[in-house]
């Protein structure tokens, strides 16, 4: 059963990644930031998600909010550039 849950969970994330990532190729920065953090919500270990919840949030003014995702990725990630 709980090999069910993880795959059932990374599903669910994959799917809010990709509408995401369809919300930010069309310029809708601000649903492609609720949706990154929808994601980041299951799993908050997806240092990339945390870069791209970042760029959002700063895209739409929200530049408190970028600068946690950004230090997140980084304590995640410490030597990536």
Same mark, same amino acid.
């Given at each position: 059963?709980r090999?069910?849950?993880?795959? @059932?969970?990374k &599903? &669910?994330?994959? =799917?809010?990644?990709?509408?995401?990532?369809?919300?930010?190729d069309s310029?809708? !920065?601000?649903t492609?930031? &609720?949706?990154? =953090?929808?994601a @980041?919500?299951?799993? *908050?270990?997806?240092?990339?998600?945390?870069?791209? !919840?970042?760029?959002?949030?700063?895209?739409? *003014?929200?530049?408190?909010?970028?600068?946690?995702?950004? @230090?997140?990725?980084?304590? @995640?990630v410490?030597?990536?550039?």
């Amino acid at each position: 059963m709980r090999a069910i849950s993880r795959w @059932l969970r990374k &599903r &669910r994330i994959g =799917g809010l990644v990709r509408y995401a990532d369809g919300a930010r190729d069309s310029g809708n !920065c601000e649903t492609a930031a &609720r949706l990154y =953090g929808d994601a @980041l919500a299951l799993d *908050g270990s997806l240092s990339a998600i945390h870069v791209q !919840c970042g760029n959002m949030n700063k895209e739409i *003014g929200r530049f408190g909010l970028a600068e946690i995702h950004y @230090l997140d990725a980084l304590a @995640l990630v410490p030597n990536d550039a």
